[in-house]
């Protein structure tokens, strides 16, 4: 009646923002089927331009892999987000990446993650095309796309969570 109770019954939706400057694409754009096929979860394709990775939400660090080539993060909403950086690059061991987060840390949506070798990883492994995966499905209603040329203050996702 007179809007008190509004707040409670909308929507949660959850924004997720460019994790580079460069361009989003579909994933099933990824040349690499564990990826293009969504076996790891539903998300996008990204190529940098400037070789950083930004935080695309504000959460915790849960991973860094050891040869820096991909991380885990969780929104405070509960999302789990898969950041890898090319594909095969974990034969690179570690070569041309510089981690600026490690494990548990807290981070904000534009926080600088991660930087790479672009012109390093497309000699040494398979492309230097990306992907950002959202893991948690079982809390998500419905996953909205904005792909394109991006910045780090884009939003490219949109979560409707599960009520």
Known sequence: MFGFFKKSKE???IIIKSPVVG??????????????????GNGIGFESTEGILYAPVDGEILQVFPTKHAMILK???GIEILLHIG????????EGFEAFVEKSQQVKAGDKLL????????????????????TDNEIMESVE????TVDKNNEVIIVKLKK
């Open 87 to 94: 594909i095969d690059t974990v034969e690179m061991k570690g």
């Open 23 to 40: 361009r989003c694409f579909d994933i099933s754009e990824i040349p690499d089927e564990v990826f293009s096929t969504k076996m790891l």
């Open 115 to 134: 930087s790479f070798d672009n012109d390093l990883i497309k000699a040494k492994a398979k492309t230097n095309l990306s992907v950002l995966v959202l």
């Open 75 to 77: 929104s405070k909403e």
């Open 145 to 148: 796309f904005k792909l394109g």
């Open 11 to 13: 929507e949660k939706n």
